[in-house]
């Protein structure tokens, strides 16, 4: 199962480093300027701005000028039409605002070399909302960075709660955005916060589903032309189906597809010869971290459920049969099925199974029908907790 648009604002701020390949596009000569950025910088003589986009292919230049002494700058060029793009204060990638730009604007800024990630910025109808967000994003990055360094050294579970919490003050902002503006153009770098985590969709809020058609609908009526609503109304179209099947998965209603292969003895091994118990199906391997971090969880809840009906059905992605073997056995996987056609992502039981990475769990009933997936972690104890201890 795969999720999409995920944390678009942070990747786009980061996306960029020095080393990064800029790509080089031939400009008509006739086009003419529909554009206009300017600004003083405190503190920012003499530096060169750079407009960028991101495409497929790499960074591309859109525009570039320079500032002069007393730090003013005057940037004017040709987009063709409603686009993210960031505005790049000279050679550092850390000197970035994202600017959601529509033909015409004339956008006005006004900041310090110091803080030129919280400018003001006026000229635009989104470019309010724009100033308001990135003093809550700069707030964010900067805890962020201090839970990264930890010198209050803090537990795991602090520094995650903490961070949940400097996170929640991002999404709150952006989902209001939403609800109030959904046609406001700044909207397509807050989508990240309404969509589902890469853990899945057990803790998702599915109104936000009808919140990420809504902004959709509203930008694709007020730029119907915009390849990237576009693409943006097909991906929540794909992200719609998945939450679907999510449902369906849940449910108890579909059969889960056999699956037959070898064991460490070469012998093989279905699934359904299981029938009858509750069976985690556990997509893993030997090399996948991740994996291996959550073993310890697996064989801790296979022993407290083991004698209730509960049993695991390891499928692993290896290629390499002494290193399956040999990580069955540090780790202690200690239940009887574990099976492999050591074809890694050649697998055929991806395609049966959806998903795009691992670990990947989905839990059957004794029927062999899914009711839960994508289990790991205290989603997976729970889950366990409410069929074995009602």
């Given amino acids: 199962m795969k999720y999409y648009l995920s944390l678009i604002l942070l990747l786009f701020l980061a996306s960029c480093s020095n080393d990064e390949e800029m790509v080089s596009v031939e400009k008509p000569k006739d086009l003419k300027n529909n554009f206009t950025i300017s600004g003083t910088i405190t503190n920012g003589q003499n530096l060169t701005f750079y407009l960028e986009a991101q495409s497929e292919a790499g960074t591309i230049e859109v525009a570039k000028t320079k500032s002069d002494a007393s730090g003013k700058f005057e940037m004017i060029g040709n987009i063709p039409g409603y686009g993210i793009y960031r505005l790049r204060m000279g050679e550092t990638p850390e000197k970035v605002i994202p600017l959601s730009l529509v033909p015409n604007d004339n ?18 109808s989104w470019t309010s909302a724009m100033t308001e967000y990135m003093q809550v994003y700069q707030e964010f990055v900067i805890g962020k960075q201090e839970l990264e360094l930890n010198q209050k050294n803090l537990s795991d579970e602090q520094i995650n709660t903490r961070y949940q919490n400097l996170r929640a003050k991002v999404d709150k902002f952006a989902l209001n955005l939403m609800d109030k503006e959904p046609s406001n153009p700044f909207n397509y770098l807050m989508i990240a916060s309404a969509m589902p985590p890469q853990t899945g969709f057990n803790d998702w ?35 719609e189906q998945s939450y679907d099947q999510h449902r369906m998965f849940n449910a108890g209603t579909q059969l889960a597809p056999d699956i037959s292969m070898p064991n460490p003895n070469g012998q093989t091994i279905q699934l359904s010869d299981l029938r009858g118990q509750y069976v985690l199906v556990d997509f893993w391997a030997s090399w996948c971290g991740p994996c ?17 009906g509960f049993t695991v059905f390891s499928v692993s992605l290896d290629e390499n049969a002494e290193n399956w073997k040999a990580a069955i056995k540090k780790d202690g ?11 890694r992502w050649n697998s055929p ?13 989905v839990l059957l009933n004794p029927e062999g029908k899914f009711i839960g997936v994508n289990l790991r972690g205290a989603d997976l104890e729970q889950k366990l907790k409410d069929i074995f201890e009602k």
């Fill in 292 to 308: 291996r971090k959550e073993n310890p969880n697996v064989v801790r809840l296979y022993n407290k459920y083991k004698d209730k």
């Fill in 107 to 124: 956008i006005k800024i006004k900041a310090s070399y110091a803080d030129f990630l919280t400018p003001k910025v006026t000229g635009g």
């Fill in 349 to 361: 039981v991806i395609q049966d199974y959806g998903f795009s990475g691992i670990p990947y769990a």
């Fill in 333 to 343: 996987l200690i239940w009887p099925n574990h099976c492999s056609d050591l074809l």
């Fill in 205 to 239: 809020d599915s109104k936000n589903l009808e919140r990420l058609k809504s902004v959709e609908f509203a930008l694709s009526q007020k730029f119907p032309e915009s390849p990237m609503v576009e693409n943006m109304g097909y991906q929540i179209f794909q992200l």
